[in-house]
Structure formats: C-alpha cells, structure tokens
C-alpha cells in the first residue's frame, strides 16, 4: 500500500466530496473513487478494503445509499484478511478498526 491510514483516509475523503461536487450520484460515486486508486501500481487487498470502509463512513455521512459498498466489503473482509491488514497497517490498524466498527454500527442502525 503506498499510503499510510491517515493519508489515505484524506485522499479518498478528497476525491469523495470532488465527485460529490461534481454532480455524481451515489451509484457513480463509489466506482469513481475506487477508479482513482485501482490504478495504481502498488493497489493490494488491503488499500481496496480500506477505501471500501472510508467511502461507506463518506456516504453515511451525506445520507447516500451505501448498501452496494457495504456487500462488496463483507465480500472481501474476513478473519484471515484482518491479519492480513494488520500487519500492513502496523501501528495505524487500530484506526482502521475503529473505522470499520463505526461501518458496522452505522449499518446496523439503518
């Protein structure tokens, strides 16, 4: 992953609210985004899932429809790709896992 947490938690932020300026509704939004980064050289599991978490935190957050992008995560997370993004987010994983619990809160309150 090129970036640490943090910085990529700015970047997709950026690009969120670039796209939602735009114009962009929440069914282009979300493959706009994720566009930006899958091409990238050095784009793995864990940056996916990451911008996966951080998008439906984005959506949340303007009251869009983030169902698409919480089942394509469930897709992709599972306990043997937890220690996968714990070792590659070091220090910063505890961050990660905050995000993702405020995901799982935020999608069982809906």
């Known amino acids: 992953m090129n970036f640490g947490y943090e910085e990529l938690k700015e970047c997709v932020e950026e690009d969120f609210e670039r796209f939602y300026k735009m114009g962009f509704n929440e069914r282009q939004i979300f493959p706009a985004v994720l566009n930006e980064y899958e091409q990238g050289e050095d784009f793995c ?31 992709l997370v599972n306990d043997k ?22 995901v799982e809160v935020i999608n069982s309150s809906k």
């Open 45 to 75: 599991l864990v940056e996916n899932i990451c911008i996966h978490i951080l998008l439906v935190l984005a959506y949340a957050e303007k009251n869009l429809d983030y169902y698409e992008i919480i089942d394509k995560l469930n897709q």
């Open 81 to 102: 790709v937890k220690n996968e993004v714990k070792l590659e987010l070091g220090n910063e994983y505890s961050k990660f896992i905050a995000d993702l619990n405020r």
